[in-house]
Nanobody, 123 residues
Framework: QVRLVESGGGLVQAGASLRLSCAEY????????MGWHRQTPGGGRVLVAN???????NYEDSVRGRFTVSRDNSKNTVYLDMNRLKPEDSGIYFC?????????????????WGQGTQVTVSS
């Protein structure tokens, strides 16, 4: 079964840095787009950053210049380096990925989500 395993959240002070990791296991090919979403209490999930298999990336405006998304295709892993963290960056960070799964004779793409990791930035 294809799954995503996240790590790296925690409690830090404003201005600190954290690195989140998310590894995909069980897919039959490397994931296409991988990314990170943030969910806050009472809010929906918003895209923070994502990166395609050819390393084209997108960022939410509030994190551009502070966060960097990258991936290691040999490990099917996506990273989110978060610098100069602010209290408003706090939330549960969910990794997601477009993964290839068997379907008859051809593989198909489906989107899966990780379990989420908590990031808390104190002021």
């Amino acid at each position: 079964q294809v799954r995503l395993v996240e790590s790296g959240g925690g409690l830090v002070q404003a201005g600190a840095s954290l690195r989140l990791s998310c590894a995909e296991y069980g897919g039959i090919l490397s994931p296409r787009t991988m990314g990170w979403h943030r969910q806050t209490p009472g809010g929906g999930r918003v895209l923070v950053a994502n990166i395609t298999s050819d390393r084209s990336s997108n960022y939410e405006d509030s994190v551009r210049g502070r966060f960097t998304v990258s991936r290691d295709n040999s490990k099917n892993t996506v990273y989110l380096d978060m610098n100069r963290l602010k209290p408003e960056d706090s939330g549960i960070y969910f990794c997601n990925a477009e993964v290839w799964v068997p379907s008859g004779d051809l593989p198909v793409l489906t989107t899966i989500w990780g379990q989420g990791t908590q990031v808390t930035v104190s002021s």
